[in-house]
């Protein structure tokens, strides 16, 4: 056994400790306590940055806009018309509350977040030929989130990983072609929120770091390589070995730099397991200042569509928090908590500054970063395609509760529509879609099958004798913006349907449809 995996199998083996019902009871309400008193904190920071800036904080989102965006949020789809009318209908003073539980706890969740870091871990998209390694990397991260492994061990075991394939990350290496540079970029700027690339070449010119801590860190991924043409993986699958021997130089240079952690500090030299290992247990460490950070700050990121610091990967001294007490409790938070990070997007979730609605009817909008009002975000080509989906009442394999290896997640059509649709940045407050993301919603394979009478299950199933127009109307508003429509929408839309005799009156309810599945509210999430 390696030496990581001791260190991992130490910390499961005490998480599996038989606790007594009285104890597990007292530790649910000692975390519901420390919640509760987070949550607090957090929004008593957040207002009074909001008040000393001369601004009121909005009222809390109706709600049909709540339900709209905690769904997106944590489950990465629109709810369904049933979870709509349930949700609006349900009377309970601790409703949302109860509704983030249930969504947190669902397998859908697992499956958002494995979207959601693919697409941070892969950011230049899907990569047809690597297709099986793709849904590798999904997988592997989808198992982990419905564990809810702690956040350290997760980052831990992905700096160790050797295997692709249906159940292997090792495509995250081989798409940075096992350069131990780049590696060490990308893992810097994902798990430790710092940019240290600057120093690849010369001193940081802003920052602290140095030339030799850049490939100090780079040295930890020197020895790793991929199977030779005289060694392949049987499978054919991306596969990954640590050498006993390799080492990086300065460029330009002889000179050989060692491993160095980013903190300052080196790896003894007598110390057991590769360099990827060392390295995988500084990073779930006490040792190490930036992991915690650097997570609650991405978590903040996904949920309020900007970090704490911003860019969200660039927590260099330059680049000051707007809010540093909040980032340096919730930071704290997160580590009493062990790394949990359903909790941690649990507390969020739970606070007013999250649940505030992202209407603004003042003059001049406040800047995003105090959070006077939650700001509007845009949806991923993954969040679109299954809302699509919902609608269609296509249950994609993607959404699907299990995990089976053998049939790719990525279906040809998600795969199609994410190549048309997927931006090529990922600032969710900038609407960045282009042509063929209109032309795919306009004209599009899925939404002609959502709109079209014919094949639309929706459509089909308001052809019940007991709907009256307005009935139909409404149920098409709750399936898409999951809010009742106000009287002027109804106007307009009574209108459109009286353009057509009673025999074509369902190409009217297509045609509402298809301006709903194309409307701004649609593709975002406020």
């Known amino acids: 056994m390696t030496v990581i995996r001791r260190f991992l199998v130490v910390n499961l083996l005490a998480s599996l400790l038989t606790i007594p019902a009285t104890a597990q009871d007292e530790e649910a309400q000692a975390k519901a306590t420390a919640r509760a008193a987070m949550v607090q904190r957090i929004d008593e920071l957040v207002e009074a940055r909001i008040k000393t800036a001369g601004f009121e904080p909005t009222a809390l989102a109706d709600d049909g806009e709540f339900l709209r965006r905690v769904y997106l949020d944590l489950t990465g789809a629109i709810p369904r018309v049933a979870e709509v009318r349930e949700f609006l209908a349900d009377e309970r003073p601790d409703k949302r509350a109860k509704l983030i539980d249930t969504l947190l706890n669902s397998p859908a969740h697992a499956t958002h977040l494995a979207n959601t870091w693919r697409n941070i871990m892969l950011p230049g998209g899907l990569n047809l030929e690597q297709i099986n390694n793709v849904v590798g990397v999904q997988n592997w991260l989808r198992q982990r989130f419905v564990e809810n492994l702690r956040y350290d061990q997760l980052v831990a075991e992905l700096l160790v990983a050797s295997d692709g394939g249906d159940v292997g990350p090792a495509l995250y290496y081989t798409s940075l072609d096992v350069a131990p540079e780049k590696l060490a970029a990308s893992t810097a700027r994902i798990f430790l929120g710092l940019q240290i690339e600057c120093a690849q070449c010369h001193d940081h010119p802003f920052d602290q770091w140095k030339q030799k801590d850049f490939w100090g860190y780079a040295a930890f991924f020197a020895r790793l390589r991929q199977p030779t043409m005289n060694n392949p993986n049987p499978r054919g699958a991306a596969r990954l070995l640590d050498l006993d021997e390799g080492e990086v130089k300065l460029p330009t240079t002889e000179e050989v730099v060692l491993p160095r952690y980013p903190a300052g500090l080196s790896p003894d030299q007598k110390e057991l397991g590769t360099r990827r290992e060392q390295l995988a247990i500084w990073m779930a460490s006490r040792d190490n200042p930036f992991l915690s950070r650097a997570g609650v700050n991405r978590v903040w990121w996904h949920l309020f569509g900007r970090g704490l610091v911003e860019p969200v990967d660039d927590l260099g001294r330059q680049n000051a928090p707007t809010h540093p007490e909040l980032l340096d409790d919730l930071t704290a938070y997160f580590v009493r908590s062990g790394f949990d990070l359903r909790e941690l997007y649990r507390t969020l979730a739970n606070t007013r500054a999250y649940q505030r609605t992202s209407q603004w009817r003042g003059d001049a909008s406040p800047p995003p970063e105090l ?156």
């Open 371 to 526: 959070y006077v009002h939650l700001p509007v975000k845009t949806l991923t080509a993954d969040q679109l395609y299954d809302s699509v989906n919902r609608v269609l009442h296509r249950r994609t394999q993607s959404m699907m509760a299990g995990i089976n290896v053998n049939t790719p997640l990525l279906d040809p059509r998600r795969q199609t529509f994410i190549a048309k649709v997927q931006s090529a940045g990922r600032n969710f407050l900038e609407y960045q879609a282009g042509v063929l993301q209109a032309l795919s919603l306009l004209n599009g394979n899925d939404l002609a099958e959502a709109t079209n009478a014919e094949t639309s299950p929706l459509l089909g199933s308001l052809q019940a004798p007991f709907f009256t127009d307005d009935d139909r109307l409404r149920t098409l508003f709750l399936a898409t913006c999951c809010r009742q429509p106000s009287e002027p929408e109804l106007s307009l839309c009574r209108a459109q349907l009286m353009k057509y005799s009673e025999s074509e009156r369902s190409k009217g309810y297509s045609d509402v449809l298809w301006a709903l599945l194309n409307s701004a509210e649609f593709a975002l999430n406020h």
